[in-house]
């Protein structure tokens, strides 16, 4: 059973003279322990996805499921609660609070009465190699740092799923990598993983890929199974490797959104195609030019 799931989901943006399709009809399900990447280019609807799943924001319509809770059908205190019990954020600023230090910034707030499990954050916190800079406050941090308290603080209440925006964003591309790693190693351990980037090297080793485009889902790519278990080698140039296989998205009424790399290798002279299926296989192609 999914760990999270949409259905439909749609956000717009503005009035009735001038709407914004930010997600227009997405349909994503994750399953527990999967390490997903969220890709696309800017104003591809990435961001409001992941606001959408992390119930920071809530849909035009649709549905966002975590844990088998609708989120929709939650009161905005309840959602609050559930948001910071359930979902862990890693915030592409990182939003640590400046005048606390880094293991207040770490612990999760008491809610409910529920205490913090304090030998799992010592792990995390171990993990992350942050053991050292407890006391420290954030603004004394390099940004690597800071982004490995701010995945600490994401993961020190147990979610069910952790959702990065765009966590190697700001950081150069060594740290990047450790970062990557560091997630690597949390989802081994099982942890569900979901990440926005626009990094091609590094949504080159993540296990399945989402391609997002005009607010809707256009491919999926998983990582070739000669690839899953070589990740953490850096031997492989995994800017250049051919490492996924692309799968195109058909939506219920029998919608295809065509790779762009594809579609433009077309070459389609306008928007007409001939599709025949061939031994198992659809082939499509172009009018011929006289038509
Ligand atoms: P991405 O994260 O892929 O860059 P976004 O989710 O930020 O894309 O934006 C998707 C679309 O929605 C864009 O056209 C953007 O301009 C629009 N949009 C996002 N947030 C708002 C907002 N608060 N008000 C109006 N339009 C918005």
Redesign the pocket.
Known sequence: MSILSTKQLTKQ??DKQNI?K?LDGVNISIEPGEFVAII??????????LNMLGGLDRPTSGTVKVDNYELGKLKDEDLTVFRRQRIGFIFQNYNLVPILNVYENVMPIQLDGKKPDQKFIQEIVTLLGLEKKLLHMPNTLSGGQQQRVAIARALASKPAIILADEPTGSVDPRTANYIFDVFTELNRQGQTILI?THDVALSKKVKRVVA?RD?KISSERILKEKYADRIKEAAIDWRNEDTQEEYAIVDKAGRVQIPRDILSSMNLQDNKVKLELSEGKVISSGPPAEL
């Open positions: 943006y503005g914004v930010a696309g280019t800017s104003g591809s609807g990435k961001s409001t996805l926005v997002i607010g």
